[in-house]
């Protein structure tokens, strides 16, 4: 076999045009052809779809931070329930015939460390909310003429002026 074929064919790399394809040698000594280019570049996205983007970036922050207050809200009542299951009062009889009734608080520390976990998250709910609340309303006053948000300026090129490539 020649020293410049490809095996199993009767081609010789150097018939491969370079301009179409690139080669690439493997471990193995297979040649392997590729494309050079990909095609034309893409083109910037017009500044409608930019709008359209931000607006649909917009109404997603607003519902996250929405599901978020909704998942505090949910977090800290379960929190209350946790640490009232943890703190109970047990009444005993009175030790001395006629005197009060003995009231002992007794503490549970699984309990109330639940709870002040999910209160714990529930806080960083309300954080993640007011971030994204925030974002938002920077996302929209950028957004805003004046603020040089999204808006397409001119090319000061003259070529573009001129409407010429």
């Not at 978020?68 to 299951?85: E, K, Q, S």
Request: cysteine-free; glycine content about 12%.
């Amino acid at each position: 076999m020649p020293s410049g074929s490809v095996p199993g064919t009767s081609m010789s790399t150097s018939s491969v045009p370079t301009s179409s394809v690139s080669t690439n040698a493997v471990s193995t000594g297979s040649v392997l052809a590729r494309p050079t280019h990909a095609g034309p570049a893409p083109d910037r996205p017009s500044a409608r779809w930019t709008l359209l983007a931000a607006g649909d970036l917009r109404r997603a922050l607003a519902a996250r931070a929405l599901l978020a207050v909704l998942g505090a809200v949910v977090l800290v009542f379960a929190a209350i329930l946790l640490i009232r299951h943890g703190v109970r009062d047990d009444a005993f009889p009175p030790f001395i015939t006629g005197g009060p009734d003995v009231v002992i608080t007794r503490y549970s520390g699984p309990w109330i460390a639940g709870g002040s976990g999910l209160l714990l998250l529930g806080g960083l709910l309300v954080v993640s909310a007011a971030t994204d609340l925030w974002r938002r309303r920077r996302l929209h006053r950028a957004g805003r003429a004046g603020h040089g948000g999204w808006k397409r300026r001119e090319d000061p090129t003259p070529a573009a002026r001129d409407g010429r490539p």
